[in-house]
């Protein structure tokens, strides 16, 4: 019965970014050192929801009122 409560708490959590669009329409992702990068492969990867959440609600109380943040589910680069 506990391994069942135990597993029912786990849940996945694919890796995330906190990306935003700056004045409406240029996208920019969070860095790790809390500033915007127009580069996405600065991004901070958030591999964990608590972690991704209190980023993604710092990144809104310093983004302007213009700004449309959000998490964005992290995909891994394809080499062509």
Not at 24 to 31: A, F, S, Y
Not at 42 to 59: D, P, R, S, Y
């Amino acid at each position: 019965m506990q391994e069942m409560l135990r597993s029912a708490m786990i849940t996945n959590f694919a890796p995330h970014v906190v990306a935003a669009l700056k004045d409406g329409d240029r996208p920019v992702w969070l860095t790790p050192d809390d500033r915007w990068s127009a580069d996405p492969r600065e991004a901070e990867i958030l591999n964990e929801e608590g972690h991704a959440t209190v980023q993604l609600l710092e990144a809104r109380s310093f983004a302007g009122p213009a700004d449309f943040v959000r998490l964005v589910q992290h995909s891994q680069p394809t080499d062509a």
